[in-house]
């Protein structure tokens, strides 16, 4: 039951139908030369599919405020218009969009602006590798101006709110925080002089809106870094805020240089709402309790969103990646169908890790994310070469690169049949299901299988498809080729002695692995791996022979075990985004998994693996030994298929390992449907 999410709300004069907010998220499709086509259509998406109130990505407020080249800049026509064409797409389906004011101060990344980021004291940042330069009083004055004439533009623009974008570390936070304000004038020195700041840009921006257009302020619920807002000064800033004419405030945590996680896979989910409701109480004690206070992080679930709801401490919830992944959440969530969402599996690969970048912000689990212009939906596409419909299509493997070009092909009214050679759907994606917070790896699998089932595909579980069957194959109008990959074996002396297991075999029952393991390679499926080993829980009944509550049949944490990851390259976990890697790396060091980097393999022993490095040469002993040191395509088919003259596309790891990781592998399961 979703009763709360699905009260109608207010923020200012907007009138909501429901509780969630689509919270910002910087797509890169702000600034591509297309007059706003693809950002018009990725917000047209989520419009037509629910979200009643999105908020756009930031949008810089002069050329030094934005976060990089692809940052859209008020007053750059060419940016307004494609602005213009995202309120217009938004408005078609019934929406409303809130423009949010941005200044990225000395987050600021080169591209848009040829000075140096600006920022309230000259405080080097590890996130942009950059030293500011000192805000003068003159120009603080400026930045506030730039943030009003902002706010003037998103309305006349169209915009139906205005969002000032104060945390996560960006300019307004940096004011706010004595690490990043070391200044003694009159915009810092105090609690109440760094506040001056977010307070002015709020009276500015409503002077210039007018009392009737909403205004949303983001502020820092917890800034998660040494020196940061002191948890003292957030009540006042808060009340603050109100005062100076904010119609909700959104709370967020955490600074791109914090070195506590906030977004990833392993928080929980909603682990962050308590920093919404202390903004709530602080204002309910200030007597201006009625102010809208928006929560956000890592919510995937509506069913979450309403626990927090329920408890009526907070009034809204924004949720960002969720809406990539499936534009449709509050709807299918809304109609009693939670079960057929897509969830968002924080994995940030394709969204959160490029944003920070130039790429194309997407969706691992959504590739048509952002492209949702190239890749349209709809049964007229199913035609097929044969001119009838459905045209039929056979997919050779049920890895998530086969699911997606499944998925995507039924999608297109096309009738398709899934082979896959193991029992389960998942392959590789169904390994990773089981490394710690990755359980959500497994809703995905579920939900596309659930997709294919509901649009009529057969999925043939244990079907190997060997050469012999490919005359049945030649009468499609295509042939998905996505049978994966294979362990690569090294050659190496030991490597077939019996406690050596391909990373496949030890994913399959990890817990029968002995309590030395030493791991043959560094990368994501190695640090999988490893991650489960220290830190995952043994899901089955302990034996008989354990003490009686020992006994119980629920899950008991993973014996402990000494895991060595042992890799001939300089650096463990490559290939694990950025945002993600540091999280995962400090758990494997907080478990007390060795990692040994530059090391030659000598050979693999009963004992455990020889191994040379600058130290010379020694022993990792070892009860198992696990290969995860590359793979190799498993593509046998392709040649037999294209002899026969089957139109035939490949995806995912049978395409090539060059980096091959999930997000590679569904985009190609995507594109390969459409090629065909
Ligand atoms: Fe969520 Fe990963 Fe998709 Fe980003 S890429 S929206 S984190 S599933």
Redesign the pocket.
């Known amino acids: 039951m979703l009763a709360n999410v699905l009260r109608p709300g207010a923020i200012g004069t907007l009138t909501l139908p429901h509780r969630v907010i689509m919270g910002a998220m910087h797509l890169n499709l702000e600034v591509t030369g297309d007059r706003g086509a693809a950002l018009a259509a990725f917000y047209a998406e989520r419009a037509r599919a629910g979200a009643a109130l999105i908020v756009t990505g930031g949008i810089a407020v002069s050329p030094a405020g934005a976060g990089g080249p692809g940052y859209a800049v008020l007053g750059d026509s060419t940016d307004e218009a494609a602005l213009s064409a995202a309120v217009r797409a938004v408005h078609g389906h019934g929406a409303l969009i809130a423009l949010q004011l941005f200044h990225a101060g000395r987050y600021a990344l080169p591209g848009r602006s040829d000075g140096p980021p600006l920022a309230p004291s000259p405080v080097h940042s590890r996130f942009s590798r950059s030293t500011p330069r000192e805000l003068t009083g003159d120009e603080i004055d400026a930045t506030v101006r730039d943030f009003a004439s902002g706010a003037r533009t998103a309305r006349e623009l169209g915009f139906d709110a205005v969002e000032v974008m104060g945390s996560e570390g960006y300019l307004v936070n940096q004011f706010t925080a004595p690490l990043t304000n070391r200044r003694d004038d009159g915009w810092g020195g105090d609690s109440e002089r760094r506040r001056r700041f977010p307070v002015a840009v709020t009276r500015a921006v409503r002077a210039a809106v007018g009392p009737g257009f909403p205004v949303l302020f983001r502020m820092s619920g917890a800034d998660l870094v040494e020196g940061g807002t002191p948890a003292e000064d957030l009540d006042p800033l808060a009340v603050a805020l109100a005062g100076a004419g904010a119609d909700a405030l959104a709370v967020g945590v955490g600074w791109h240089e914090s070195p506590v996680p906030t977004v990833q896979a392993q928080v929980a989910p909603g682990a962050w709402a308590g920093a919404a409701v202390n903004v709530k109480r602080a204002l309910r004690e200030a007597g201006r309790g009625a102010l809208p206070v928006i929560a956000s992080h890592r919510f995937n679930r509506l069913a979450q969103a309403e626990k927090v709801l329920a408890g009526g401490e907070v009034d809204f919830v924004a949720m960002a990646?969720?809406f990539?992944?499936d534009p449709e959440i509050v709807a299918k969530s809304a109609s009693g169908r939670a079960e057929a969402v897509n969830l968002?599996?924080?994995?940030?690969?394709?969204?959160?890790d490029r944003s920070f970048g130039t790429q194309r912000v997407?969706?691992?689990?959504?590739p048509r994310?952002g492209h949702e212009r190239e890749f349209p939906t709809g049964p007229a596409a199913g035609t097929g070469r044969t001119g009838k419909r459905p045209a039929r299509y056979a997919v050779l493997g049920a890895g998530i690169a086969g699911l997606e070009a499944a998925r995507a092909l039924a999608a297109l009214g096309g009738h398709v049949e899934v082979y896959e050679a193991t029992a389960e759907p998942g392959g590789q994606f169904r390994m990773a299901a089981q490394a710690p917070g990755k359980a959500d790896f497994a809703a995905t699998i579920r939900h596309h299988v659930r997709e294919l089932r509901e649009r009529g595909a057969v999925l043939h579980l244990g079907h190997r498809v060997v050469p012999a069957d490919i005359p049945a194959l030649s009468g499609l109008d295509g042939v998905v080729l996505a049978t994966g990959v294979l362990p690569a074996r090294p050659v190496l002396r030991g490597a077939a002695l019996p406690h050596v297991l391909g990373y496949h075999e030890a994913f399959a029952d990890p817990w029968a692995l002995g309590p030395r393991v030493a791991v043959l390679g560094g990368g994501g499926i190695a640090v999988d791996l490893a991650h489960l080993l220290v830190t995952g829980r043994d899901p089955r009944p302990a034996p008989v022979s354990a003490p009686a509550p020992e006994r119980q049949a629920r899950p008991r944490r993973a014996a402990a075990r000494e895991v060595t990851l042992l890799r001939r390259g300089r650096r463990i976990g490559e290939g694990i985004g950025p945002s993600t890697r540091w999280v995962v790396m400090g758990e494997l060091r907080a478990a007390g998994v060795r990692m040994l980097t530059g090391v030659t393999y000598r050979e693999i022993t009963p004992g455990g693996v020889v191994l040379a490095d600058s130290g010379g040469e020694r022993l990792v002993p070892a009860d198992h030994v696990v290969l995860a040191v590359g793979q190799r395509p498993v593509a046998d088919l392709l040649g037999p298929l294209r002899a026969a003259g089957v139109p035939c596309a490949v995806a995912g790891g049978a395409a090539g390992t060059q980096g091959l990781d999930a997000?590679r592998a569904t985009a190609e399961g995507l594109r390969a449907a459409h090629r065909l």
Not at 344 to 352: E, L, R, S, T
């Open positions: 990646r969720p990539l992944a968002c599996v924080a994995c940030n690969q394709a969204c959160v997407s969706c691992l689990v959504n994310a997000v």
